[in-house]
């Protein structure tokens, strides 16, 4: 595994395949050694001599083997078989606890040079059905992100879905030391997707306080529970009974439109999405006006709308509006068009 440690039910299982026929060998002698003896002995004596042998102790025997071509023969049998059943246990044991420790280890440092080398990125908190769709859009429109997931198999599944390139945590998002780890400090914002509401007020509360300019979104399914995680920090909260709801309705009276986003989310040939952008307070494009955006940034860039610093929204604006500091510009454009807009609204 590239991107992930082995987790431990991975390694688990050759020791306990091990143990298995350890114990399978044991059972044989005793078995054998019981039919030997009768009827003078018993299963006491069987196991005795089973142990004595497998072990090579040399003690005295209880069961008298001098006589007995056939004992013999057996004793060999499973002295060999014995021997053979040990040396895969150990190696097993010798696998587990060194060869696991090593490569967790070395994945740790691993994801911590990663996770240390980038900043201005988003915490993805849950790496479930919801998580790896968002981890895939962030991909998808080239933006760092790190995703802590607390389940070993499922973080090992999530790197090979991925690739090994992404920036992995595994511990439990709840936890204030794995949400430092994600560079919690240096994160613009959070996604709290994890399968329980309660876990998510958690990761909420805990990622406000670490950083109390973190912008926070987070999934709810009871909607009782929203209130409670708006309080607790977030900046936004979203339903998912609520937007499934609303993708059902809209597939039913506007299914054109509906067809129209899902191509510009879902399309493979080119990465097309509805972004925003803030002029920032001595920007190159600050004091200019939409045209000069226009023509200045990229030829593809299509404006959708200003969203001003009172509140109030300007629908397809004209080129002669005058984009002032704290104006945030959504506009349809790929990554290179962002990238652009990004250069010339960046302070």
């Known amino acids: 595994m590239k991107g992930a440690p082995e987790p431990a039910s991975a390694l688990r299982r050759p020791l306990i395949r091990a143990g298995v026929l350890v114990g399978l060998v044991f059972l044989t002698g005793t078995v054998g050694y019981t039919i030997i003896g009768h009827p003078e002995h018993g299963v006491g004596d069987a196991l005795y001599m089973t142990v004595i042998t497998l072990t090579t102790v040399g003690f005295g025997e209880v069961i008298d083997l001098s006589h007995s071509p056939g004992g013999r023969a057996f004793t060999i049998v499973l002295l060999l078989g014995g021997v053979g059943s040990f040396l895969s246990f150990f190696s097993a044991v010798t696998a587990f606890f060194v060869e696991g420790s090593i490569q967790h280890l070395l994945w740790q440092k691993r994801m911590k040079r990663r996770i240390d080398g980038i900043a201005g990125h988003t915490v993805v908190c849950g790496g479930g059905n919801t998580g790896i769709h968002i981890a895939r859009e962030l991909m998808a429109t080239e933006r760092p992100f790190v995703l802590i997931e607390g389940d070993e198999e499922r973080a090992a599944q999530l790197a090979e879905t991925l690739g090994e390139e992404v920036a992995l945590v595994l511990g439990d998002a709840t936890e204030d030391r794995n949400l430092i780890a994600a560079g919690i400090e240096r994160a613009s ?52 009974n609520r937007i499934g709801g609303l993708r059902l309705v809209s597939e039913a009276v506007r299914p054109t439109a509906v067809s129209y986003l899902d191509q510009m989310l879902r399309g493979t040939e080119e990465t097309v999405r509805v972004e925003s952008t803030e002029v920032a307070e001595g920007a190159e494009i600050a004091g200019r006006t939409v045209g000069d955006l226009r023509t200045s940034s990229h030829d593809r860039l299509l404006l959708l709308a200003l969203h001003l610093p009172d509140g109030k929204w300007q629908y397809a604006p004209d080129d002669q509006v005058v984009l002032e500091p704290g104006v945030r510009l959504v506009y349809v454009g790929g990554p290179d068009v962002r990238t652009a807009v990004e250069r010339i609204a960046a302070p």
Request: glycine content about 4%; charged content about 30%; aromatic content about 0%.
């Open 189 to 240: 914002a959070l996604v709290a997707c994890i399968s329980s509401d309660k876990d998510n007020l958690i990761v909420t509360l805990s990622a406000r306080l670490l950083n109390p300019e973190l912008r926070i979104v987070c999934r709810c399914i009871e909607e009782g529970t929203e209130k409670k995680i708006r309080k607790a920090g977030a900046d936004a909260v979203v339903s998912v």
